[in-house]
């Protein structure tokens, strides 16, 4: 089992910024690809991005591309995820996830925090 934990969400004025972290806890961090969703009130849970188990590929949603950053410290557990140019469409609960590959698909991933809510002013 993996335990997931995300932290810094909260609400932010359009264009702003907000680093969201996610802090894992039993099985070797390492072992994992990491990712990061989000679900909008009446909405299906969307990607945003994943990353390597080993930090050295990534992917991400085209809405976010350019904008956000995904990242990862395997000596800390944690992954973190940089956004910036935020903007109020991006308002959502924000998923941390793990899996054994990096990818797109909700399916994809075995394990999942309990999500940190973003809120965007306009």
């Known amino acids: 089992q993996v335990q997931l934990v995300e932290s810094g969400g909260g609400l932010v004025q359009a264009g702003g910024s907000l680093r969201l972290a996610c802090t894992a806890s039993?099985?070797?961090?390492?072992?994992?690809?990491m990712g990061w969703f989000r679900q909008a009130p009446g909405k299906e849970r969307e990607f945003v991005a994943a990353i390597t188990w080993s930090g050295s590929n990534t992917i991400y949603a085209t809405s976010v591309k350019g904008r956000f950053t995904i990242s990862r410290d395997n000596a800390k557990n944690t992954q973190y995820l940089q956004m910036n140019s935020l903007k109020p469409e991006d308002t959502a609960v924000y998923y941390c996830?793990?899996?054994?590959?990096?990818?797109?698909?909700?399916?994809?991933?075995?394990?999942w925090g309990q999500g940190t809510q973003v809120t965007v002013s306009s």
């Open positions: 996830a793990a899996g054994l590959v990096a990818t797109r698909g909700v399916g994809g991933y075995d394990y």
């Open positions: 039993g099985r070797t961090f390492s072992n994992y690809a």
